[in-house]
């Protein structure tokens, strides 16, 4: 598999584990609305913040959006990942410069990128994908970067967003589309839990046109020409009487093939569906030849009988595109539309209600800015992802309960999303957005989130609420000891995400030195807020009383604490095997 290479690269391919652990720290003031729905908005440095996240969120979240710079060579840098190289330094303590004027920024943009998916990806469920926004600058620097972290075999694909406004400064090809870039951690796995389907945008109104229509059989109606004719040279309704007539499911039929004719919205795909059958239902024809090149089974040639003529129809050259069995069953549900003699070859019959979802194509075409939307909430931002988009592919990817995180969340387009859809389907999704700008994200991501849940410009507002969150001190000092400033609850999230590489399920409040159960191993932690308090009766000593005392567990019990008076064989009745904080701790 082709990899990139670019000066500095050596440095950052490890980095973000050399990335110290963070503490968070959540301002009540700054948060809104309900506290507990799981949504957090973290301001800080988005490579400190993800390494401080990890602990909580590993391996937990389905859909990571982001919308990372563009390397245009227009925007001032913002992101230092001090990573002590020589190389590295030469190439972030510069400016970026314009195309052409400073070829570093390439070195400078991999070098950004490069640790952060790398810690994304350690979020990412197993089923979960990622979607990067990006253009032309770096789309191609992007799929490799995003083939050697996650795979070539877990490429979704991408999409070309056509925005409908070529770029007119161009001085070459004018670009007027951009990139979604889509990989999934383990695509076999993602495509078990998720199907790539979006909802037909015009379906369900093409449905109840059909309803309404078919509803209006054997009521009086004016042939269109005479209509026309009435209407033009302005008759009075005793000359219209004798016109009229009734409908049948015929003359609904031809008012319904012309609606679907007038609306200037409806995809090819969905005006294929322009026809009523007697039951109500609209309803397309479709091919039923054998779709591939060479030919079908022998079975796959049996013809269908006409069921007026009772003599054969043709078959398609290479066959029916199904088995036999299948061929009775489409039969006996009416799915097969016959036409006037046998010699007109049958189609299937697809009713519109039963295919309201479509695959998800690789061009979407969305050219409307969200300029009037942030005048109505009277908030200002550069560049946003646009939300009807945005909402669109929140609600393909993800279901109720999925955390969807943003961690280049700018003005809060994806948390708006993520609350939208919620209340759309009455979904629990949870949103973890970073934003590194804190005039941004105090004054434009935070407000737009909370204009979303309570309301703006007459608008009802969507509920929920989120926690405001600013980077801590380190999890370690210097040393490599536990900080001073850290609390049980800090200290308990990192033992197990060390002891067993995933989330604490719940967090702890201190009650209680049982953190969690994992794979029938029950995890402990004894701190009584002094790390380094050695004395027998402190709390953080593991005793014969401190393990008679732990809440009973029947396999492997796993104890982190400052000190053990236990021996070994006392350790193997107590089936305990003993952790001294800290260097048992990881710290990268």
Known sequence: MPTLDWIGKAAVVDHHRKVPYRLLRCDRELS???????????????????????????????????????????????????????????????????????????????????????????FLAD?????????EHSLHYLLILLEELFGRSNILGHIVWDKRNPKGDAQGISYQHESLVLFAREKEKFLNSSKLMRR?????????????????????????????????????????????????????????????????????GEAAYRMIDDNGDVFRLVSMAWPNKKTAPDEYFIPLIHPKTKKPCPVPVRGWRNPPDTMKLLLERNEIIFGDDESIQPQRKYLLRKNLFENMPSLFSYGASDDALFRIMELSFENPKPYQFCLQLIGILTQDNDIIRDSFAGSGTTAHAVLAQN?????????????????????????????????????????????????????????????????????????????????????????????????????????????????????????????????????????????????????????????????????D
């Open 32 to 122: 809104t609305g309900n506290a507990d729905a799981g949504n957090l908005l973290v301001q800080g440095d988005n490579l400190l913040a993800l390494k401080a996240l990890l602990p909580y969120y590993a391996g937990k979240v389905k859909c990571i959006y982001i919308d990372p710079p563009y390397n245009t060579g227009n925007e001032n840098w913002v992101y230092n990942d001090n990573v002590n190289s020589p190389e590295i330094r030469k190439w972030l303590n510069q400016v970026v410069g314009k195309e052409g004027e400073d070829l570093s920024r390439h070195d400078k943009w991999l070098c950004m990128m490069y640790p952060r998916l790398a810690l994304l990806k350690e």
């Open 127 to 135: 089923d979960g994908v990622i979607l990067c926004h990006i253009d």
């Open 200 to 268: 037909k945008a015009n379906a369900e109104r093409i449905v109840q046109k059909g309803k309404e229509l078919f509803e209006k059989i054997g009521t009086d109606y004016i042939p269109d020409d005479q209509a026309k004719c009435i209407k033009k040279y302005k008759l009075s309704k005793e000359i219209v009487v004798p016109w009229q007539r009734k409908r049948t499911l015929e003359s609904i039929n031809v008012e319904f093939a012309q609606w679907i004719k007038e609306q200037r919205d409806i995809s090819q």
């Open 423 to 587: 209340a759309a389907d009455g979904g629990n999704r949870r949103f973890i957005l970073v934003e590194m700008d804190e005039n941004i994200c105090r004054n434009v991501t935070a407000q737009r989130v909370r204009k979303a849940i309570y309301g703006y410009n007459n608008t009802s507002g969507l509920g929920g609420g989120f926690r405001y969150c600013k980077l801590g001190g380190e999890l370690f000092d210097a040393m490599g000891n536990v900080s001073g400033e850290v609390r049980f609850s800090d200290l308990a999230a990192h033992v197990y995400f060390t002891e067993t590489g995933s989330p604490l399920p719940k967090r702890s409040t201190g009650k209680s030195p049982l953190l969690g159960v994992y794979r029938d191993r029950a995890v402990y932690l004894l701190y009584n807020g002094i790390l380094g308090d050695r004395r027998v009766d402190g709390g953080n000593v593991l005793t014969h009383e401190i393990a008679l005392a732990l809440p009973p567990h029947n396999g492997m019990r796993v104890v982190y604490g400052e000190a053990c008076r236990l021996g070994k064989k006392s350790l193997e009745r107590y089936n305990i095997v003993f952790r001294q904080i800290p260097y048992a701790l990881k710290v």
